[in-house]
């Protein structure tokens, strides 16, 4: 079955510096990738997600790339601000089968 | 609130007892999925159902788990002869069927044994 594997499990940065989590995947089935924000004591809501069909998507500071042959995925959240401190999850998924969810990096941006 | 909802939000109930937990989908998505989570660690998955039919179980369900979706709308998480190592957060998320769609999760429901 699918393994993701995400890294750092703890990332602090400056306000606005950019931070970036890493997470690789073992399915080479697995062609979508979404990426989740969980503040404390809510639910994991959607932020960002890509399909393997394209290598990168932006959307205002965040940002996602995929490399396939490589099998890996980052995060990218550009001019961090106080509100982006949260844990964030990578998953993937063939469709097929269930998100398989990374451990989480918890993201503190220190003002 | 059309999101997906969880009830109840906590439990705390004492080893051996049993529980159940109810997930409302969002109305239009045909799976529904389960997941457990420790604090700490990223979203388990636990279990999946695509209308009514449960597609997958993880072998984190041992046999004291039982899930059902018994008209392909709302589905019940029941685990038997509770243990202090059920406490967690039981998450539920609901999407279209169609590849590569955004699942949205529930509140969760926190159980604590005691």
């Known amino acids: 079955g699918e393994n993701v594997e995400q890294h750092p499990s703890t990332l602090s940065v400056q306000e606005g510096d950019s931070a970036v989590i890493k997470c690789t995947y073992s399915?080479?089935?697995?062609?979508?990738f979404p990426w989740y924000k969980q503040e404390l004591g809510k639910r994991p809501q959607l932020i960002i997600d890509?399909?393997?069909?394209?290598g990168e998507k932006k959307d205002q500071r965040i940002a996602v790339t995929l490399n396939k042959t490589a099998k890996h995925f980052s995060l990218h959240i550009t001019e961090t601000q106080p509100e982006d401190s949260a844990v964030y999850f990578c998953?993937?998924?063939?469709?097929?089968?269930?998100?398989?969810f990374g451990k989480g990096t918890r993201l503190s941006v220190i003002a | 609130d059309t999101g997906v909802s969880q009830n109840p939000r906590h439990k705390i109930t004492k080893r051996g007892q049993n529980v159940t937990f109810r997930c409302d989908p969002i109305?239009?998505?045909?799976?529904l999925y389960w997941y457990r989570q420790t604090l700490g660690q990223g979203p388990e998955f636990l279990t999946y159902?695509?209308?009514?039919?449960?597609?997958?179980k993880s072998r984190l369900l041992s046999d004291r788990f039982s899930a059902e979706r018994p008209k392909g709308s709302f589905s019940t998480l029941e685990i038997q002869r509770t243990e202090q190592g059920d406490s967690a957060m039981y998450l539920c998320?609901?999407?279209?069927?169609?590849?590569?769609?955004?699942?949205?999760f529930g509140q969760g429901t926190r159980l604590t044994v005691v």
């Open positions: 890509i399909r393997s069909n394209v």
């Open positions: 998320a609901s999407s279209l069927r169609v590849t590569g769609t955004e699942a949205f």
């Open positions: 109305s239009e998505h045909n799976r």
């Open positions: 159902f695509q209308n009514e039919a449960q597609l997958e």
């Open positions: 998953a993937a998924t063939s469709g097929n089968t269930p998100l398989v």
């Open positions: 399915d080479s089935a697995s062609n979508y």
